[in-house]
């Protein structure tokens, strides 16, 4: 059994926590911006492979207590490095947190690199290389009242770069974020799915992985996870999870999957990445726009991340929004809508009673996911009764 922590945004811990279970992983407990539990070897591999809305996962070496730079490297040098990887691979250590401990990150990060080092040597000899750039092996460091926990980061690069979006637009949403957004807007991949603002088509492209069960990490390359670095690593194990991942995938979504923009370009750019990412053809592409979307089904979701207005000379975001509300209003009865919208737009101009309003933050920028549950009866409140959003109840 592995102790593990997988590392998220903190708004989006309860869709990681929900992933978690269904992987049937045991001791889910919620922390800040990450969720540790514990998994058996087999599960601990299909975590890296399947998980949609992690960032990190790291597996926990050992926790001690760590009062001074002395007891952290004397705690840190009991600690058989030799057993758990080879010297020629090289290593790095990352601090998180410590900044109100008696030991500050740079001396965390340098007493535990340290006494890996001499470690090594004292028991063969050799040290292995520090590679501060792209190191083999990633030891992270984390001091929290007075106690460092080390562990090993088995993803290497983040969890977010499945290896298909193309770059080119201006503003894409992370995979994992778009992940976590459609998990706690209620999409579990058999419904079908709309998003009229699809951008670069992050959303709608995490949207088919889903319905087709494609693990997000299903595409990376031999040797790119660090946990293929470590001395347990189970070769045999690994391609089973591998195999097993890939005899799950669906050969056809459940339900429709449609993505569309008003902009040529981006629709173009969404489809590149839904090719690389091997669900183009199993989506529609259409230029569109929000205010003309056609419900692909009588019943569904529609997920979208609405402009924040940077980008937008001479577009009036009120309007812009009050128009999408009418559309969901007159055309999306028995869907579920759920809306990024920036905190600072003018989101109470889409006139419609959110049932959920999460915060969320997109890079820098606070926003907060409108969750609409649109019924024969919804209206759009008259311009005089639209009332500042006050946040969740």
């Not at 347990?232 to 195999?243: I, K, P, Y």
């Not at 839904?274 to 009588?298: K, T």
């Not at 889409?350 to 049932?355: D, Y």
Request: some cysteine; aromatic content about 6%.
């Amino acid at each position: 059994m592995a102790q593990l922590i997988a590392t998220c945004p903190d708004e989006t811990k309860d869709a990681l926590a929900e992933e978690l279970e269904a992987l049937g992983v045991t001791d889910i407990e919620l922390g800040y911006r990450a969720v540790s539990f514990t998994a058996t070897e087999t599960q601990f591999y299909e975590a890296h492979l399947r998980l949609r809305t992690a960032s990190r996962i790291l597996r926990v070496i050992r926790s001690f207590p760590a009062h001074s730079p002395a007891m952290l490297r004397s705690q840190a040098r009991r600690i058989a490095w030799p057993d758990l990887f080879d010297v020629r691979h090289s290593f790095r250590v990352d601090a998180l947190g410590g900044e109100r401990e008696r030991v500050p990150p740079k001396q965390v990060i340098t007493q535990v690199r340290e006494a890996i080092r001499d470690d090594f040597e004292r028991r063969g000899g050799l040290a292995p290389k520090v590679d501060p750039e792209d190191p083999k092996v990633i030891v992270v460091a984390h001091l929290d009242k007075g106690r460092c926990t080390l562990s090993f980061d088995t993803c290497g690069k983040s969890l977010h770069k499945r290896g298909y979006r193309a770059s080119g637009h201006p503003a894409p949403l992370k995979e994992t974020l778009a992940a976590a957004i459609l998990i706690l807007a209620g999409y579990d991949g058999t419904q079908p799915f709309l998003d009229p603002m699809c951008g670069s088509g992050t959303i709608a492209i995490e949207a088919a992985m889903m319905a087709l069960d494609i693990a997000p990490q299903i595409l990376r390359k031999k040797g790119d996870f660090a946990f293929e670095w470590l001395k347990d690593f189970d070769r045999t194990l690994w391609r089973a999870a591998q195999e097993q991942a890939r005899a799950d995938r669906r050969d056809a979504p459940p339900a429709p999957i449609v993505a569309s923009d008003l902009e040529p370009r981006w629709l173009a750019l969404a489809k590149k990445s839904a090719l690389d990412a091997r669900v183009e053809n199993r989506m529609r592409f259409e230029v569109r726009r929000f205010q003309d979307a056609e419900p692909p089904a009588p019943t569904g979701i529609l997920v979208a991340n609405l402009p924040y207005g940077e980008r937008l000379p001479g577009v009036d975001l009120a309007t812009l929004y009050a128009e999408i509300g009418d559309t969901l209003k007159q055309r999306f009865h028995g869907w579920r809508a759920a809306l990024l919208a920036a905190e600072a737009s003018p989101h109470e101009a889409i006139g419609l009673k959110p049932s959920r309003r999460i915060p969320i933050l997109n890079g820098s920028i606070p926003c907060k996911l409108l969750v609409y549950d649109i019924y024969a009866g919804s209206r759009r409140k008259p311009a005089a009764e639209v009332t500042p959003d006050r946040g969740a109840p």
